[in-house]
């Protein structure tokens, strides 16, 4: 280098990361962008939609947690023929019959049909769910990985936000061409159907992604290789003896990965399920007002994700994830007892900054915790947490919010959130990383 400088010739620049994924990354990245639109579109106006048509916050409630039971059923079934057959068939389903199940719902009116539609969107919704992450993490190295998954959280909560936007927009529009009010039916029902639009196209490029190597030859690493659980290092033999050890061993792993996520999830479901609807009937907020303030505070909370790598640089992936789901607890009570909508909303702001930032770091934790032997399966059981906690968490909020009050579901959804860090603590911190084997950021398993 010495020289180099003494003769003036300066040392080539390394190319930004985002520029050096493979096609599957940026693939995915498109698709995740059209998920995160059709899914704050369906938040919106789904809810918002059920109740211009009669039914009270009990039954929304169900409504908005039968996505999550559909994934519940599907989710390990799904994760198991994952590590069979590969990613790419099962995602390429995903992607082109959810748009057909929302059109179902945008032209349901009944409450079986309603109920029926949104179980099977949410069975295909697993799809998505249980093959991206593992897909992402195959398909990026090291030194990609937590950038990408930190841009997937940005597309999916940041700029996929702007579809509360578009959910707002559209019954605006067309409530003034009928000259009716935008929270009638047939306004809401549009909007409904233009997020089976979103969701079509962004799915067409789809049919162009590669299935990733370590997903069709489940390698196992090499023994001296040692693999990262957070800054807690795993040596290969370890893991190797783990995954072999019989059922009880991966269960036990599996274990401690899920039941902390069974209570973040029902606490977002208790939280985020019928937010709108609380908006709605508490500060008498319009689809179009509600969709540019849900706009903004989502994609605050997916600007948040991009800082997600320099956290994790300077703590370790444990301790971001925990010191940020509890301080998302006093936000969480903060948006139930406001007394005006801008406090709830700067809490609500609150709120999406710090599951943005915590979104990404998680889902490293995760994947790193396990060989690709097993990545699509425990995403498999990730739905099953998903479908669990976030239906149970739905459930829990519409009958809280019907028969006691409408701050209620956010006492639920911050007693889920204190619990679910403690665990992480308990089933992870007693872990001591010795020095002689440590590996940082950017040397763990090799994909």
């Keep these: 280098m ?24 940026y693939l995915l990245l498109i698709y995740t962008l059209g998920k995160g639109l059709q899914l704050t579109i369906n938040a919106l106006s789904i809810n918002l939609y059920a109740y211009s048509l009669g039914y009270r916050s009990d039954f929304i409630g169900l409504l908005a947690g039968m996505p999550s039971i559909g994934a519940l059923v599907a989710g390990v079934p799904i994760g198991l023929l994952a ?12 992607g082109a019959l959810t748009p057909l199940t929302l059109v179902a719902v945008g032209l349901s009116s009944s409450a079986p049909l309603l109920l029926l539609a949104s179980f099977t969107n949410g069975v ?31 597309l999916l909560l940041g700029v996929g936000a702007l579809g509360s936007s ?22 809401l029902r549009w909007s409904v159907l233009a997020s089976a639009v979103v969701a079509a196209v962004p ?6 992604l590669r299935e990733p190597r370590r997903a069709r030859g489940h390698a196992v690493p090499h023994p001296n290789t040692p693999i990262v659980v957070d800054d807690i290092p795993i040596g290969a033999e370890r893991m190797r003896r783990l995954e072999n050890s019989g059922r009880w061993g991966v269960a036990a792993l599996f274990a401690m ?17 019928l ?44 301790r971001a994830v925990v010191t940020v789901i509890f301080l998302s607890v006093p936000a969480v009570i903060g948006i139930g007892l406001s007394p005006t909508f801008l406090i709830a909303a700067g809490f609500d702001l609150t709120r999406n900054v710090l599951r943005g930032l915590n979104d990404p770091i998680y889902a490293a934790f995760t994947m790193e915790s396990i060989s690709s032997r097993y990545r699509g399966t425990l995403s498999g059981f990730y739905g099953i947490t998903w479908g669990v906690g976030f239906s149970v968490g739905a459930s829990i909020a519409g009958l ?40 940082h950021y950017g040397q763990s398993e090799s994909t």
């Design 2 to 25: 010495g020289d180099t400088m003494a003769r003036g010739v300066s040392a080539p620049r390394r190319r930004p990361v985002v520029l050096t994924y493979s096609r599957n990354v």
């Design 83 to 94: 590590d069979r057959i590969g990613r790419k068939p099962l995602i390429l389903t995903s």
């Design 124 to 154: 295909l919704a697993s799809a998505y769910w249980v093959t991206n992450l593992p897909m992402l993490t195959e398909s990026t190295t090291n030194e990609q990985r937590m950038s990408a998954l930190s841009i997937s959280s940005f």
């Design 166 to 187: 578009i959910g707002g927009a559209v019954p605006q529009f067309v409530g003034g061409l009928l000259h009716v009010s935008p929270a009638a039916t047939i306004p």
């Design 203 to 208: 799915a067409l490029p789809l049919v162009l």
């Design 257 to 273: 990965l899920l039941v902390p996520d069974v209570l973040i999830t029902t606490g977002e479901g208790a939280v985020s399920s």
């Design 275 to 318: 937010l709108q609807l609380y908006y709605r009937l508490k500060f008498n907020l319009l689809p179009g007002n509600l969709g540019l303030i849900l706009t903004f505070t989502g994609l605050a909370g997916g600007a948040a994700a991009l800082i997600a790598p320099r956290v994790v640089r300077r703590l370790s992936k444990l």
């Design 400 to 439: 809280l919010q019907q028969n006691i009050s409408l701050s209620a579901p956010f006492m639920l959804g911050a007693l889920c959130l204190t619990l679910a860090p403690s665990l992480l603590l308990a089933f992870f911190a007693r872990k001591k990383a010795t020095s002689a084997n440590v590996v």
